[in-house]
């Protein structure tokens, strides 16, 4: 299968808000706030996928602390590009019961599926739950979320992004930053 015309030039019609080395600096700042508040705690470290399969690697090498790493699989996008309906596809194999949960998400966008998420860790007796995102979208949440991440890495205006773990139709998660994608492919 090849991919299309359309998916290879994404990237070279998108805007750079974000570069690497802003987003490692985001990284290390992140990492310092979270230190600050988990190192004590023997959190586990819940990767939301596959998005932020990235973030989360580069957030890891960060904590100098003692945590345990699992994921979970939600998404409400299934490879499009408008959010649907949560679908469930992976549990964490780790007991989150009398734990500090922090789970990390690629994106802030509506705010529905870390909603879910965290209100999930808190049914299976979560201590504490913690969010960290990557991009906080600055825009008005989805009914019924009344909470910002703890923890955030880059804040964007209300954009379709792509990189660093962000796809465009599950291409170019492997963008070494934050782009705007251009109103032709949105």
Same mark, same amino acid.
């Given at each position: 299968?090849?991919?299309?015309?359309?998916?290879?030039?994404?990237?070279?019609?998108?805007e750079c808000l974000?570069?690497?080395?802003?987003?490692?600096?985001?990284?290390?700042?992140?990492?310092?706030?979270?230190?600050?508040?988990?190192?004590?705690?023997n959190p586990v470290?819940?990767?939301?996928?596959?998005?932020?399969?990235?973030?989360?690697?580069?957030?890891?090498?960060?904590?100098?602390?003692?945590?345990?790493?699992?994921?979970?699989?939600?998404?409400?996008?299934?490879?499009?590009?408008?959010?649907?309906?949560?679908?469930?596809?992976?549990?964490?194999?780790?007991?989150?019961?009398?734990?500090?949960?922090?789970?990390?998400? =690629?994106?802030?966008?509506? %705010?529905?599926? /870390?909603?879910?998420?965290?209100?999930?860790? #808190?049914?299976? $007796?979560?201590? *504490? @739950?913690?969010?960290?995102?990557?991009?906080?979208?600055?825009?008005?949440?989805?009914?019924?979320?009344?909470?910002?991440?703890?923890?955030?890495?880059?804040?964007?205006? =209300?954009?379709?992004?792509? %990189?660093?773990? /962000?796809d465009y139709e599950?291409?170019?998660? #492997?963008?070494? $930053?934050?782009? *705007? @994608?251009?109103?032709?492919?949105?």
């Open positions: 299968m090849k991919v299309s015309d359309k998916i290879k030039e994404v990237p070279n019609k998108a974000y570069d690497f080395s802003q987003l490692e600096k985001a990284l290390d700042k992140m990492a310092v706030e979270i230190t600050h508040k988990l190192e004590n705690e470290v819940l990767c939301v996928m596959i998005g932020a399969l990235v973030p989360t690697g580069h957030l890891l090498t960060r904590l100098r602390f003692p945590l345990e790493v699992d994921y979970i699989h939600a998404t409400r996008y299934r490879g499009a590009i408008r959010g649907g309906d949560l679908h469930w596809l992976v549990e964490p194999r780790k007991s989150l019961k009398d734990r500090t949960v922090l789970i990390v998400d =690629d994106i802030m966008d509506g %705010g529905l599926t /870390l909603s879910a998420i965290m209100d999930y860790c #808190n049914q299976l $007796g979560a201590k *504490a @739950v913690y969010s960290a995102v990557m991009v906080n979208k600055i825009r008005e949440r989805e009914p019924g979320v009344n909470f910002e991440p703890d923890f955030t890495g880059v804040s964007t205006e =209300d954009r379709f992004l792509v %990189g660093f773990g /962000l599950e291409y170019w998660r #492997n963008a070494p $930053g934050i782009y *705007a @994608v251009a109103t032709e492919h949105q």
